[in-house]
């Protein structure tokens, strides 16, 4: 019932009567806080002094809690059994989109945290199925970005197949540029700038740039590719077809 009132609350009033009404729920509710026109089901709102959370949000979490100052804007999804810290000065920027599918798929507790002045730009994917740390200082830039803290391995044949969790940790003054994939169970230094279309699939531990292998030149050359093939002979096909031998 509290996660309830609590939304209808964020979604009808404008903040200056919403704030009034949560902190009556028990919510903990700062100074100069700007709640938009969000859905925001939660059992626990701890929204420290001057702390925004924009228009068109659909925030459906265990708890969120913003230090003095931080910042949600507009349009982005959280949804799931998992909670969200923000320190002084962080932001997710717009259209986000955090998930974790519920308990059974999931175990455990997880958490989203974002250190001071860390932020997430727009359009990023970040999944929550463990749990996802940022350092101080840091920013997952540009758009397109995705974070995954879980993944499967099959077997070779039949439908053997197990999933392979991991919480992925981020330190201090990390820059992550666009389109950068993020495996389970990485953990990235501080320090650490990550060039556009990386994927990421083990730890970075030395300060410095990562990038992805540079662009590379190949011959072109259809004769020598079909000389190391089979062509697929006695078979009416509409086109010419070689199998790999």
Known sequence: MKKTITALLGFLLPSFLAT???RLLGHQIGSNVRI?????????LDLGNGAQ?????????????????AKIGYLNILK????????????????????RGPKGL???ESELSLGEWTKITVGHHLDLTQSISF?????????????????????????DRIRVDGNIMVGDNVYVGSSVI???????????????????SKDL?????YVNQSLRYIENNLEKVKSRLTPVDGVELVEEVYRKK
């Open 182 to 200: 993020f495996n389970p169970g990485v953990t990235i230094g501080s320090s650490i700038h990550i060039g556009s279309g990386a994927v990421i």
């Open 80 to 99: 799931g059994p998992f909670g969200v810290k923000m320190k002084k000065q962080a932001a997710i920027g717009n259209k986000n989109y955090f998930t």
């Open 20 to 22: 009034p009404f949560l």
């Open 135 to 159: 350092g101080n200082y840091s920013i997952l830039a540009g758009l397109g970005s995705q974070l995954w803290t879980h993944g499967y391995y099959h077997a070779d044949k039949g439908l």
């Open 36 to 44: 938009g026109y969000s859905w925001l089901s939660l059992d626990m």
């Open 205 to 209: 531990k030395d300060p410095g740039m």
């Open 106 to 108: 999931s175990f455990g």
């Open 53 to 69: 959370i924009g228009h068109f949000n659909l925030i459906i979490n265990n708890s969120l809690r913003l230090q003095d100052n």
